[in-house]
Nanobody, 129 residues
Framework: QVQLVESGGGLVQPGGSLRLSCAAS????????IGWFRQAPGKEREGVSC???????YYLDSVKGRFTISRDNAKNTVYLQMNGLKPEDTGVYYC???????????????????????WGQGTQVTVSS
């Protein structure tokens, strides 16, 4: 059974940091591009950061320089390190994977999740003083 389980969300003050993890089971992460998406109340889901199987990355402009996506294929786990958090980063964060090697990371993240094959259940991130 394919599963993606996120953890690491929570409440943090502006300027703080969080590290999200996404543990995959039921499949081998090596063969998938990975991504983190978020959805704030009343807003559409957006791709925050994506990484191809080969390590190419994409970041939403508003998180560049603050967020870092990574993967540990040996642990079958995906990470999102978030530093310098801002109130506008608040939302439910979802990890996602995509099988095709022919989809660019720009397409994966920019599609709002339309090409995602599997989703995690989401983890809440709240940035507030």
């Amino acid at each position: 059974q394919v599963q993606l389980v996120e953890s690491g969300g929570g409440l943090v003050q502006p300027g703080g940091s969080l590290r999200l993890s996404c543990a995959a089971s039921g499949f081998t992460l090596d063969y998938y591009a990975i991504g983190w998406f978020r959805q704030a109340p009343g807003k559409e889901r957006e791709g925050v950061s994506c990484m191809s199987r080969g390590g190419l990355t994409y970041y939403l402009d508003s998180v560049k320089g603050r967020f870092t996506i990574s993967r540990d294929n040996a642990k079958n786990t995906v990470y999102l390190q978030m530093n310098g958090l801002k109130p506008e980063d608040t939302g439910v964060y979802y990890c996602a994977v995509h099988r095709s090697a022919f989809t660019t990371v720009q397409r994966l993240c920019g599609s709002g999740g339309q090409v995602v094959d599997y989703w995690g259940q989401g983890t809440q991130v709240t940035v507030s003083s």
